[in-house]
């Protein structure tokens, strides 16, 4: 029983020491000073948060614009260096009509098999075309069946070094040409013998429906 007083003793002089203690002056300055601190901590970060939020979508909307304009950059500078290769490769152009012209003049193609015969020192004894019918090569698969193109035979004479040397031209030429059959003969001719060439081929040309 006296143990249970001197604790209740003990014990009551404490709390009231303490409540004692906490009603001077330093302790309740130190009190309202830390209410008062996180008080405004508190509404410092319920007031600032909504800020951080918008500056961090402006931030991310900002990078993604900059994205967008380093992507827009890039493709107006591809078609920039597209146009000065375009430019740059216009005069080289006429080359590509050489190679595969987008009409099927005859004059032209006769034109092209005169002029090396002639340089070549070659005599042209017969010339002949005909045209092949586009809607049926367009049916087939290949990209070369997929031209228009035009059948000739050229017969020229001449000696056998500039008959060869005219078949290789027209083998090689810019001119896309195929060569499917060549002939060598002999003509007499009164006491002379004359050596002809007779030539096969095609011309190729792009049709206007491609």
Known sequence: MLNWKNEY?????????????????????FTWLSVSIF????FAVVAIKPTFVTIAKL???TKDKKEANRLLQK??????AAQK?????????????????????????????????SAEGLTI??????KVDVKKINTKKTVSDALGSINFAITVSGNYRSLKNYLNYLENS?????????????????????????????????????
Request: hydrophobic share 40%; proline share 4%; glycine share 0%.
């Open 75 to 80: 493709k107006i500078d591809s078609i920039v």
């Open 85 to 117: 290769e375009f430019a740059r490769r216009n005069d080289d152009l006429y080359l590509i009509e050489e190679a595969l012209p987008s009409k099927n003049e005859f004059p032209v193609l006769a034109k092209f098999l005169e002029e090396k015969a």
């Open 174 to 210: 810019r001119r896309l040409i195929k060569i499917e059959n060549t002939t060598f003969s002999v003509s007499k001719k009164e006491n002379e013998q004359e050596l002809l060439l007779l030539i096969f081929g095609l011309a190729f040309f792009q049709p206007e429906n491609i």
């Open 59 to 61: 931030n991310k909307e």
């Open 39 to 42: 008080t405004v901590v508190f």
């Open 9 to 29: 003793y003990r014990y009551h002089r404490y709390f009231f020491n303490l409540r004692k203690t906490a009603q001077t002056p330093k302790v309740r300055s």
């Open 125 to 130: 004894k017969a010339l002949t075309f005909e």
